[in-house]
C-alpha cells in the first residue's frame, strides 16, 4: 500500500516537475529570439508570403540591385526637380537678401525686377518668379513665392487669408491635374514645401499676429520660423529671444517644421531634435563679400568689425541652409506630399462623394479661388 501511494505521489509529482522545465526552456528560447530580432531587426515587409531576408553574404554571386541608385541619380540629373519656397514677413526684415544669400544668386523678385521700386501694398499680393538653378549637373526649378503687404497696414485683420488662399489653390490645381483621364506624364508641383516666417527682432514674444499666422499655416504647409537682422541683439538678448519664441509656440500648439511626429527613426529623432533645440534660427543676410584673414566671406560691415553670414559663431544662416537645402529638401518635398497635400485630397475627395458630384471650383471660405481666380494671382 505504501509503495502505490508512492508511486502514486511520483505520478503526481512528475509532471509539474517537467512542466515548470519546459515552461524554462520555453522562456529561454524566447529571450533568444529577442535578442536576434534586437541585433537583427526585420524592415517593414507588406506582403504576407515573404520567406525571409537574403543577405549579400548568402547570394550565389553579384546581382546588381545597388545599381538602381545609379539609375534614379541619372533620371533626377535628366528631369532636375522643383523647390517652391515661400517667404513671409513685413517690410524691412531682409527676406529679398535671405534668399539671394541662401542659393547665392540674384534670384528673389526684388533683386530680378528692373527698376523696381519698394511700395507698401494696401492688400498682401501674392508674387513668384521661379529660376532654373543648376549645380554639377544637377538642375532645380526654384520659385520663389514673394508676400508684400503682409503685416504692413494699421489693421491686419485676416492678412494671413490671401496666404492660405494661395496654398489651397496649388494643392487643388495639382489634385485636378492628377484626377484627369489623361494626366500628364510629370505634373507641375506648384504646391509651397516651404514656408520661411520671419520674425522682428524685438527681443520680446510673439506678436499676436505671428501666433495667427503660424497657428493656421501650420495646419497646411511646413513652416521654419527665423529671427531676421538677428545682429541686432547682444548674444544673452538672442538667446532669451529664443527661448520666449519656443515657449510661446508650445503654449499655443503651433506646429513648425520639422515635427515630432514626422520622425521615421532614432537617426531621424537625433538629428531633428538637434535642429528642434535651434529653433527660431537666428539669421542675417548680405550679398556682399568682405576680405576676413585674406578670405572672401559673406558678411555686414559695421565700424566693430565684420559679422560673417556662414559662421556660426556670429549667426545661424548656416543651420538654415543645411536644413532647407543639405539635409531636409527632399523630406520637405515629402511632407508636403504625403501629409499636407495628401490631407487635403482627403478632405476635398470626401466633399465631393458628399455631394455626389465631381469636384467642383471652391469658393472663399474653402480657402481657395475658383480656376480662373488662382490664375490671376500668379
Not at 509529482?13 to 517537467?18: A, Q, Y
Request: hydrophobic share 35%.
Amino acid at each position: 500500500m505504501r509503495e502505490e501511494t508512492g508511486q502514486e505521489q511520483g505520478l503526481d509529482l512528475e509532471p509539474p516537475v517537467r512542466m515548470e522545465e519546459e515552461k524554462e526552456v520555453m522562456e529561454e528560447r524566447e529571450v533568444k529570439e529577442r535578442v536576434v530580432e534586437i541585433e537583427h531587426p526585420l524592415p517593414c515587409l507588406t506582403e504576407s508570403d515573404t520567406q525571409g531576408i537574403i543577405k549579400g553574404r548568402d547570394l550565389f554571386g553579384y546581382v546588381g540591385i545597388e545599381a538602381v541608385l545609379d539609375q534614379m541619380r541619372r533620371k533626377t540629373m535628366k528631369a532636375g526637380f522643383e523647390f517652391n519656397i515661400m517667404v513671409v514677413g513685413q517690410s524691412g526684415l531682409g527676406k529679398s537678401t535671405l534668399v539671394n544669400t541662401l542659393f547665392k544668386s540674384k534670384v528673389s523678385r526684388k533683386s530680378c525686377t528692373p527698376n523696381y521700386e519698394e511700395k507698401i501694398s494696401k492688400t498682401v499680393q501674392l508674387q513668384s518668379v521661379s529660376h532654373i538653378i543648376e549645380e554639377k549637373g544637377v538642375k532645380m526649378k526654384l520659385t520663389v513665392v514673394d508676400t508684400p503687404g503682409f503685416g504692413d497696414q494699421i489693421n491686419n485683420e485676416n492678412c494671413w487669408e490671401p496666404i492660405v488662399k494661395y496654398v489651397n489653390e496649388q494643392y487643388e490645381k495639382y489634385l485636378k491635374e492628377e484626377l484627369n483621364v489623361n494626366r500628364k506624364r510629370r505634373i507641375p508641383d506648384t504646391r509651397v514645401h516651404c514656408c520661411v516666417y520671419f520674425l522682428p527682432a524685438t527681443g520680446h514674444w510673439l506678436r499676436p499676429i505671428d501666433v495667427e499666422f503660424m497657428r493656421r499655416l501650420g495646419k497646411i504647409v511646413s513652416i521654419v520660423p527665423v529671427i531676421a537682422k538677428a545682429d541686432t541683439l547682444t548674444l544673452e538678448e538672442r538667446l532669451e529671444f529664443k527661448q520666449r519664441i519656443r515657449q510661446d509656440l508650445q503654449a499655443n500648439g503651433i506646429r513648425v517644421y520639422p515635427q515630432n511626429e514626422y520622425d521615421e527613426d532614432t537617426e531621424d529623432r537625433i538629428l531633428n531634435d538637434k535642429i528642434r533645440e535651434n529653433i527660431p534660427f537666428a539669421v542675417v543676410g548680405t550679398d556682399k563679400e568682405h576680405q576676413v584673414n585674406g578670405n572672401k566671406v559673406l558678411g555686414r560691415k559695421t565700424k566693430w568689425g565684420i559679422i560673417e553670414v556662414e559662421n556660426v559663431a556670429h549667426c545661424e544662416f548656416a543651420h538654415l541652409r543645411d536644413l532647407l537645402i543639405r539635409s531636409h529638401l527632399q523630406d520637405l518635398k515629402d511632407v508636403t506630399h504625403n501629409i499636407h497635400y495628401e490631407t487635403y485630397r482627403v478632405k476635398r475627395l470626401n466633399e465631393s462623394n458628399a455631394n455626389g458630384q465631381a469636384l467642383s471650383p471652391l469658393n472663399r471660405e474653402n480657402g481657395t479661388l475658383e480656376k480662373s481666380d488662382a490664375e490671376s494671382h500668379l
